[in-house]
């Protein structure tokens, strides 16, 4: 192992470990910011395709969050009212069951990843990151005008949706559960860099013509990128709303697709493991920090500032170096 | 006369009021290597990119192996077998050589779209790419970063990575630059064999190189051919003395 895997090694054992003394000791509290961390985690996991091996800063990526979000708060507040979606021409009924859920959110986090994608990676640089902004904007706006699902205020379910085996309701077992996405998750991002994809994406960050020269379509690549990345976010979406019980405009907002970015990068930008850390630390600061004073942003900024500065590789990178080339 | 393999028919370009390319009609025949040389700011990579695409020239054709390519984007030329190599490399410098090396042999006869297996797994592509790297010299630095390699290494490997290619013609801006005398030395003799599976054409400012090798020369200055002929030909044309060899007539 090199310093770099020890280190993820680690980071998942006190993934496990905390959580579970919090859960012996009864400090609920704790689990839940777990869980808080390990949901962005996962959005990061899902941006980190994108900006690590992509180099494609999407400012847009509250859009797949959002829509994860809204997929459950659509299908749960319909299972709890008994109310169907939809009537005719068939009959469309809400649902707490997550696996459904989880799979609406992915599938319609990719469709709008796919459609958003075609449209702004045909442009670059700050053209591609303003369209990605204005996208995840017009989300935002839509929510906020969309009276049947709570426009402004949002959208609240009661009771956590189920996933069979488990009760959700416990702080733990809900915690497990996004764990174990998220570890999932990982795994599918450590395939993807070794894969031949990968090695095509990554080879397309760095020199666009070098990948066309050999006859592959960047385009393509970025685009599948994209949707996959917009799918794992909008997975994280969904959790994040079950976590709150709880659906708003604010999961669209541009301030959540920069927070997810900036701990991306305070973590580690490219990095398996960037967004973990990044999530974890954003968590705990916002706790300590947000403790001591409301403008805990101030201070995010001056270490993100720093991060940038002094350590490209983010904290992965001052902990671990540089990253070893692959064999 | 056999049909050339890849040819361009009046191509023209402008950059606003500067032409960099005027009614240029060139070949490469099989076996061939076509020199194209002319001064600094001539429009030998301007004509370069046309072909190989990546720049739509504003009126005239691009052929290549009879088939009109000149709508086609350079991965779609690249896909029918044009190999190329670039004046200011294009590496992934990140990545190791093998990796480079390896993306040649996907975008030749992989499937780089692919999630699932590893793209450095043992197999025909691996094998593919490490036996261009052996061709060049490089195999025992494919474990290198790329941004580690020396300029003359960076150029082996551009040209390793067309060769994973199996092209049916190459088109190479000025491989030699930078080399020195006994890197443009081995480079030459190794383009002297390559013409047998494949033509080149060839931008090359090491006139002693694009005399050793050359079977034709075409000479670009101001965006225009003003002569193409065998070396003794060229060598002898008047004008290209004057205005390219640089001697008083
Ligand atoms: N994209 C562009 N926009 C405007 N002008 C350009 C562009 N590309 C090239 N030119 C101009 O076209 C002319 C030809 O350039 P080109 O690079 O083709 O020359 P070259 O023959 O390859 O020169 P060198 O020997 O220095 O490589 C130059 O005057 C250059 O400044
Ligand atoms: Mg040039």
């Known amino acids: 192992m090199n310093r770099e895997q020890m280190f993820n090694a680690a980071m998942i054992g006190a993934l496990v470990i905390v959580p579970l003394w919090a859960h012996l000791v009864d400090e609920p509290f704790y689990i839940t910011l777990a869980t808080r961390a390990a949901i962005l985690a996962l959005a990061g996991v899902g941006l980190n395709i994108v900006l690590g091996m992509g180099g494609l800063i999407s400012l847009g990526h509250a859009a797949f969050f959002g829509i994860g979000g809204y997929a459950m708060g659509i299908l749960a507040s319909h299972a709890q009212s008994y109310e169907p979606i939809l009537m005719s021409p068939f009959l469309i009924e809400g649902t707490k069951f997550m696996p459904v859920i989880w799979l609406v959110a992915i599938v319609a986090a990719g469709l709008a990843a796919l459609v958003i994608g075609a449209l702004s990676l045909r442009t670059s640089g700050a053209y591609f990151i303003m369209i990605t902004l204005a996208f995840g904007q017009m989300f935002f706006y839509f929510a906020i005008s969309w009276p049947s699902y709570g426009g402004e205020d949002g959208l609240s379910i009661y009771v956590r949706n189920g996933f069979p085996g488990l009760n959700t309701l416990v702080p733990i077992q809900f915690y497990g559960l996004c764990l174990v996405i998220l570890i999932l998750a990982l795994g599918f991002s450590a395939m993807l860099a070794r894969s031949a994809f990968g090695l095509a994406l990554n080879a397309a960050r760095q020199s666009a013509e070098r990948v066309e020269t050999v006859g592959i379509q960047p385009f393509r690549l970025r685009l599948m990128a994209f949707v996959i990345s917009g799918m794992i976010t909008g997975l994280s979406g969904a959790l994040f709303a079950d976590l709150n019980r709880f659906v708003s405009p604010t999961m669209f907002s541009w301030q959540t697709s920069g927070e997810i970015m900036i701990f991306v990068i305070l973590g580690g930008v490219a990095r398996l493991f960037g967004p973990v850390v990044g999530a974890v630390l954003f968590i705990l600061l916002e706790h300590v920090l947000g403790g001591l004073s409301e403008f805990w942003h101030v201070y995010l900024g001056l270490l993100l500032l720093i991060i940038v500065l002094f350590a490209r590789g983010g904290i992965i990178g001052l902990i671990a170096g540089r990253e070893a080339a692959h064999d | ?249």
Do not use: C, W
């Open chain 2, 1 to 249: 006369m056999t049909e050339p393999v890849l040819a361009t028919k009046g191509i023209s370009k402008s950059f606003g009021a500067l032409t960099a390319s005027k009614d240029i009609s060139i070949d490469l025949r099989p076996g061939e290597i076509h020199a194209l040389i002319g001064p600094n700011g001539a429009g030998k990579s301007t004509l370069i990119k046309q072909i190989a695409g990546g720049l739509r020239p504003d009126t005239g054709r691009v052929l290549f192996r009879g088939e009109d390519v000149t709508g086609l984007a350079a991965y779609q030329r690249a896909r029918r077998g044009l190999g190329r190599t670039f004046q200011i490399s294009t590496l992934a410098m990140e990545d190791t050589v093998l990796q480079n090396a390896v993306l040649g042999a996907l975008g030749a006869a992989g499937n780089p779209y692919r999630i699932v297996g590893r793209a450095l797994a043992g197999g025909a592509l691996r094998d593919r790419a490490e036996a261009a790297l052996v061709r060049v010299g490089l195999a025992e630095k494919r474990m290198q970063r790329t941004s580690d390699l020396s300029h003359g290494q960076r150029r082996q490997l551009e040209v390793a990575v067309a060769l994973t290619l199996s092209p049916k013609a190459f088109v190479m801006d000025e491989p030699m630059a930078g080399l020195g005398a006994a890197g443009s030395k081995a480079l030459t003799g190794f383009l002297d064999g390559l013409r047998a599976e494949a033509p080149i054409l060839l931008v090359e400012h090491d006139m002693d190189a694009v005399f050793a090798l050359a079977d034709r020369i075409s000479v670009l200055v101001y965006g225009e051919v003003i002569a193409t002929g065998t070396v003794d030909v060229i060598r002898k044309n008047p004008e290209v003395r004057r205005a390219y060899l640089g001697e008083e007539a």
